[in-house]
């Protein structure tokens, strides 16, 4: 298995400011995929994050709004940068063991 | 381009009732596909798997590829089973190994 902590568990963050969230992993795993649930929606990957390399981003999502960072094989970072109310979300942080995907208890984010 | 499609946000049923959540999916190539389930108050967590084929907390899944359909089951629902479950796929190959795509959930409510 994997346990994965994440920081801060919530905040509430004015319109136009940033918000890092940290990703701690028990153990050293390769790849960690970053996620966001939007009220009422289901989950979207944002993001995979590969140590020693830039981040991969999906479709719809770009490094300027939602920067990662990846300094070692059990720590990322997402920014969630210039915030807007539509940004109210959780997000999740994510990692692969095998067959399975262990998720972070994610990090709830309310804009004003 | 993948997708997976779970037709009912909400299912309510009686203790001891069966229950079926549906999930449908859209992929080219070979589908990996799972259930996760998100308890009141704690983290997505994964129930199972079709690879392995098993039966966890009575619940089972079979592939149907004809279908495209991969619906979970349970003959006598219990009321420690009311959560939000998730159907997902894995994507394979190339730089999408190991990313999931999410369906939209489905809030399963077992009353007494």
């Known amino acids: 298995s994997a346990v994965i902590s994440q920081k801060p568990s919530r905040d509430i963050c004015q319109r136009g400011t940033s918000l890092t969230i940290q990703c701690q992993v028990d153990?050293?795993?390769?790849?960690m995929f970053w996620y966001r649930q939007q009220p009422g929606q289901s989950l979207t990957l944002i993001a995979t994050?590969?140590?020693?390399?830039?981040?991969?981003?999906e479709s719809g999502f770009v490094i300027d709004k939602f920067p990662i960072s990846r300094p070692n094989l059990t720590f990322s970072t997402l920014t969630v940068s210039n915030m807007s109310p539509e940004d109210s979300s959780i997000y999740l942080c994510?990692?692969?063991?095998?067959?399975?995907?262990?998720f972070g208890p994610g990090t709830r984010l309310t804009v004003l | 381009a993948q997708r997976v499609t779970q037709p009912e946000k909400l299912l309510s049923v009686f203790k001891g009732a069966p229950v079926e959540l549906k999930c449908n999916y859209s992929?080219?190539?070979?589908?990996?596909l799972f259930w996760y389930v998100q308890y009141s108050r704690q983290r997505l967590q994964l129930l199972l798997r079709?690879?392995s084929r098993e039966s966890i907390k009575g619940f089972t899944a079979d592939l149907n590829k004809g279908e495209t359909s991969f619906h979970l089951k349970k003959p006598f629902a219990q009321e420690e089973d009311s959560a939000m479950y998730y159907c997902?796929?894995?994507?394979?190959?190339?730089?999408?190994?190991?990313?999931?795509?999410f369906g939209q959930g489905t809030i399963l409510t077992v009353h007494p």
């Open positions: 994510s990692v692969s063991r095998g067959d399975t995907q262990y």
């Open positions: 079709h690879i």
């Open positions: 992929y080219s190539g070979s589908p990996e």
């Open positions: 994050a590969n140590q020693g390399s830039e981040a991969t981003y």
């Open positions: 997902a796929l894995k994507r394979a190959g190339g730089t999408s190994y190991g990313k999931l795509t």
């Open positions: 153990s050293q795993v390769t790849m």
